[in-house]
């Protein structure tokens, strides 16, 4: 089957702007989670979604990321007020809920530059 | 503390010889490893998993990797380097706060194939 989707694949946006990023995870996939690459931070985790728990947001850098997940399967990545050090590229992985709960299969990523 | 060190940044192979990329990790839990491959500009791609099941791990492309508890080491290996393998390689630990599946990233190895 198809495997997570992002989507824009590259977003340039000026300081100051809202941005939203979008995922959609494998079909039937109950967690995802959204991740961010950067130069200077490596991968680091933002926020995870499992069901309809609420989300473990610890990993979100500051008030102005949120996420949300609609219907238990599209998840929306918002960046308020965007600043340059948001430039990253931002991952999307989901896993089911089966016996490999731990396995998390990675999008191609949204490469956000701020200006 | 918990984390996940990879012990070379760089490694440059000769195409058909063999490659090491090192990893260990600390952890007070028994985490869950993996090694994922990032080429230019793409996602993440799982090469393979450690579930306990046993200590020599065999994934994709002719990558394998051996879990040594007493080094707490989970090392790549390939025994020729094709041309193709050129790409970052990050080892992964889930769990390794002892709960969820969050994935903590190595900083990752890059890896450099001449001929």
């Known amino acids: 089957g198809a495997g997570v989707s992002q989507s824009p694949s590259n977003k340039v946006t000026e300081k100051g702007k809202d941005v939203e990023l979008r995922c959609d995870p494998i079909s039937g996939h109950t967690a995802l989670y959204w991740y961010r690459q950067s130069l200077g931070q490596g991968l680091e985790f933002l926020i995870y979604?499992?069901?309809?728990?609420?989300?473990?947001k610890s990993g979100l850098p500051s008030d102005r990321f949120s996420a949300e997940r609609t219907g238990g399967s599209v998840s929306t990545l918002t960046i308020q007020r965007t600043q340059q050090e948001d430039s990253a590229v931002y991952l999307c992985?989901?896993?089911?809920?089966?016996?490999?709960?731990?396995?998390?299969?990675f999008g191609p990523g949204t490469r956000l530059t701020v200006l | 503390a918990q984390s996940v060190t990879q012990l070379d940044s760089h490694v440059s192979v000769s195409e058909g010889t063999p490659v090491l990329l090192r990893c260990n990790y600390s952890?007070?839990?028994?985490?869950?490893l993996f090694w994922y491959v990032q080429h230019p500009n793409k996602g993440l791609q799982l090469l393979l998993k450690?579930?306990?099941?046993?200590?020599l791990v065999k994934g994709i492309n002719g990558f394998e990797a051996e879990f040594k508890k007493s080094e707490t080491s989970f090392h790549l290996t390939k025994p020729s380097a094709h041309m193709s393998d050129a790409a970052e390689y990050f080892c992964v630990v889930s769990g390794l706060t002892g709960g969820g599946n969050k994935l903590t990233f190595g900083t990752g190895t890059q890896l450099k194939v001449e001929l």
């Open positions: 450690y579930t306990s099941a046993a200590t």
């Open positions: 992985a989901s896993s089911s809920s089966g016996t490999d709960t731990d396995t998390q299969y």
């Open positions: 979604f499992q069901g309809n728990s609420a989300p473990d």
């Open positions: 952890s007070s839990y028994s985490p869950s």
